[in-house]
């Protein structure tokens, strides 16, 4: 494995060992691991190429891999695949270590929360509304957030538990929460319900104000927080709100 300088990232090594940690058991425990280390491979917008040159092998074994051609690596490759994973990433700045840090700091998995961010300083909230090209339906009791967290709704709503889904929403107070996969709404809101404090603002994502359920606005205006939907394809809402921390 080449062994030039890495990046600074401000991470804690322990944060990063948990990480590895989590990448490598999620392969090794996957029924198609080839095409688990892909997904992690892209989330990090990494090239089989560029792991490759870190691995010191050539891109067609990553390709092998990844394909099911070579049969299931082993702990001692999985865990240099994700050793270069997580060193391709240092050296590019350490933002989707930072990133998956952050969520699994949180206690959830990066496909529940798929982004967890904190501002250097206060936001308007119109200003996060208008980064991702939403529409706000009521302007709640407050005009800023220092933060936000995209949820993806229907994976929480599967796999959380109520005593999770209080968690995750009851860490997002000063915060924007964004939900991702939504079809009307409902679901989301009527849970919001139960948390104390409630978000600044939320966003659904997925529906306009057409498709929206009916007593979205009315709940909002109870609970005093701003609500908005948008439909910016999914990945372009994400690679704007990542910019934004």
Not at 59 to 80: C, F, K, L, N, T
Not at 94 to 111: K, P, V, Y
Not at 183 to 201: D, I, Q
Request: charged letters at 20%; proline letters at 4%.
């Amino acid at each position: 494995m080449c062994g030039h300088g890495r990046g600074v990232v401000a991470v804690s090594e322990r944060a990063r060992a948990e990480l590895a940690n989590r990448i490598a058991g999620e392969i090794t425990l996957s029924a198609e691991p080839g095409a688990t280390i892909r997904k992690w491979r892209t989330d990090f917008d990494i090239s089989q190429t560029d792991l490759a040159a870190e691995l010191d092998v050539s891109a067609s074994v990553i390709s092998d891999y990844e394909s099911g051609r070579r049969e299931s690596p082993g702990i001692g490759v999985v865990s240099r695949i994700v050793t270069g994973l997580l060193a391709v990433d240092a050296d590019r700045g350490g933002a989707h270590i930072r990133h998956h840090a952050r969520i699994l700091s949180a206690g959830f998995e990066s496909d529940i929360v798929e982004d967890l961010r904190e501002y250097p300083t206060t936001m308007p909230i119109a200003a996060l509304i208008d980064a991702i090209d939403a529409t706000v339906i009521t302007t709640g009791e407050h005009t800023a957030i220092s933060g936000h967290t995209v949820i993806n709704s229907i994976e929480a709503i599967t796999r959380l538990s109520s005593e999770e889904f209080y968690r995750l929403y009851g860490q997002s107070t000063s915060r924007a929460l964004i939900f991702t996969g939504v079809t009307r709404g409902e679901s989301p809101l009527v849970a919001l319900r139960v948390v104390t404090p409630t978000p600044h603002a939320v966003v659904l994502h997925g529906v306009d104000r057409e498709t929206l359920w009916p007593h979205a606005a009315d709940l909002a205006a109870i609970d005093g927080y701003t609500l908005a939907v948008a439909t910016t394809p999914t990945d372009t809402m994400l690679e704007t709100l990542r910019a934004l921390g």
